[in-house]
């Protein structure tokens, strides 16, 4: 098998697609250094005593892990040897972080740096998402029109599943493609080209702690793929981990649907939109499948705040689909 390193994949990508801007190739590669040494302390957690919590809480109320505290540190680090960034949004600050003003600074990275953090103290999987946007104002940041976004206006996205392997997927608008980190070289190697999400699955990826506090239509859904009907191969297995990187990497591999939708105690869904939600919804397109809250595509939503939840439907274009006529159906009741 040939090996073609990530660095080798972008000027590739660059020469084959000109709208691709050149500049991102600084940005990811320092995201993929971020990513390395967060493999590598993930790797030691309980070694470095790195488990359990920080003691505080995020902006969104979300406990803070001594590993979401370490990963966003790692992260803005290496953002601010990327001279190609003006701003980092993470859910790990209250405010945005501006990098730099310098003419060169055109992107503004939406990151979370550690997802599915409650999964450090069982050895579980973890993950690193983020999106990309230009700026779009000449002169000083004016976080209105440069990170209040619709997520259509990314330029890459992607993510970092910490598993069994650490892998890289990574989007520049022209499909998906899945890195493997090869920790004796220290190199991303392509290893999942063109990466296709099935256009309708048999697993189905959601807390269903909280069916009570979800709507009908949800429910619905629920009851109906899990009814026994092998003609539309049902029911569909649960698969819940309870970190959205590797419950998504799943279904984008293999299909199906992971959903967490607005319920009783989550009016507007439990995850953010600017870096969670927009990036992996760039993924799932780009892979041909669909991301929406239920009725609205996710990419058409332009972010109100840096920190905006919104309930995310994402997998198999067909599976996203049947969920969008519970939703249609539930409403129209
Ligand atoms: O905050 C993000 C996250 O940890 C996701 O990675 C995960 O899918 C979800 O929240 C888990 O939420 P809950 O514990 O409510 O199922």
Redesign the pocket.
Known sequence: MTRKTLAHFFAEEVRAHPAVPGALAGIVSQLALASKVIARETARIALHNRTGSAGEANITG?EQKKMDVYSNDIVLKALRGAPGVAAFVSEEMDEIQVLSDAAEAQFIVCA?PF????NTDINGSVGTIFGIYGTKSAGPLDPSQDILRKGSEQVAAGYVMYGTSTLLVLTLGHGVHGFTLDGDVGEFVLTHPDIRCPAKGKYYSA?V??HRAWDGSTRQFVDYITEKDPATKRPYSLR?S????G?LHRILLEGGIYF?PADAKNKSG??RLLY?CAPLAMVAEQAGGKATTGDQRILDLRAESAHQRVPLVIGSAEDVALFGKFSQNGKAQ
């Open positions: 979300d979370d997802d599915g953090s409650s807390n702690g909280n819940y309870g970190a959205l990187v419950d967490y439990k995850l969670e």
